[in-house]
Antibody, heavy 123, light 110 residues
């Protein structure tokens, strides 16, 4: 079955970087885009960007451009998201989610989600 | 401030029907498909509806989606206590070139 297995919780100081992983199993890795979505404590969902694992094409939300990098390792079917220059407002649970719209017929949607990785940014 | 507007909370009794609205604009809902997600406390979101009104396999037909103009609606019939969760709408925004979500609606089953 499809699973997205995310890395463990992180605690970082302001100004540091964090690199999270998301390992995909149960389907052909290169066939589906992967999104990253974060959720601050008690807040809603915020989209960060998307990566095409096949061609390593990425699109980032304007808010994170210049600070986020999404990459992939096809040999391990793993996607990575690195966020730099962390501030306290980056404290959140970070989710990876698969885009289930393989043929692009429905404008994209998140059909499988990882369990999330909590990131705490504190001095 | 979310791009899509949802009511912060809705409530209804077990067995009743509830609707959750999601309001946007021509740059998002008006020209793109809407999806809906259920987030139970302490868990990751779960896809309920995609393509405005399509249910993934395994999602009961108690859940339905509709869209008219720049607004979308999630309907839930036969409410159960297990439906208590936060519900989010989402779509693509052409002006922002980004996926956007509503602020979420907390459903309470009284």
């Amino acid at each position: 079955q499809v699973q997205l297995v995310q890395s463990g919780a992180e605690v970082k100081k302001p100004g540091a970087s964090v690199k999270l992983s998301c390992k995909a199993t149960g389907y052909t890795f290169s066939d589906y885009y992967i999104h990253w979505v974060r959720q601050a404590p008690g807040q809603g969902l915020e989209w960060m960007g998307i990566i095409n694992p096949s061609f390593v094409r990425t699109t980032y939300a304007q808010k994170f451009q210049g600070r986020v990098t999404m990459t992939r390792d096809r040999s391990t079917s793993t996607v990575y998201m690195e966020l730099n220059s962390l501030i306290s407002e980056d404290t959140a649970v970070y989710y990876c989610a698969r885009d289930g719209d393989i043929y692009g017929a429905y404008g994209g949607f998140f059909d499988y989600w990882g369990r999330g990785t909590p990131v705490i940014v504190s001095s | 401030q979310s791009v899509l507007t949802q009511p912060p909370s809705v409530s209804a009794a077990p067995g009743q029907r509830v609707t959750i609205s999601c309001s946007g604009s021509s740059s998002n809902i008006g020209n793109n498909y809407v999806s809906w997600y259920q987030q139970l406390p302490g868990t990751a979101p779960k896809l309920l509806i995609y393509g405005d009104n399509q249910r993934p396999s395994g999602i009961p037909d108690r859940f339905s989606g509709s869209k008219s103009g720049t607004s979308a609606t999630l309907g839930i019939t036969g409410l159960q206590t297990g439906d208590e969760a936060d519900y989010y709408c989402g779509t693509w925004d052409n002006s922002l070139s980004a996926r956007v979500f509503g602020g979420g609606t907390k459903l309470t089953v009284l």
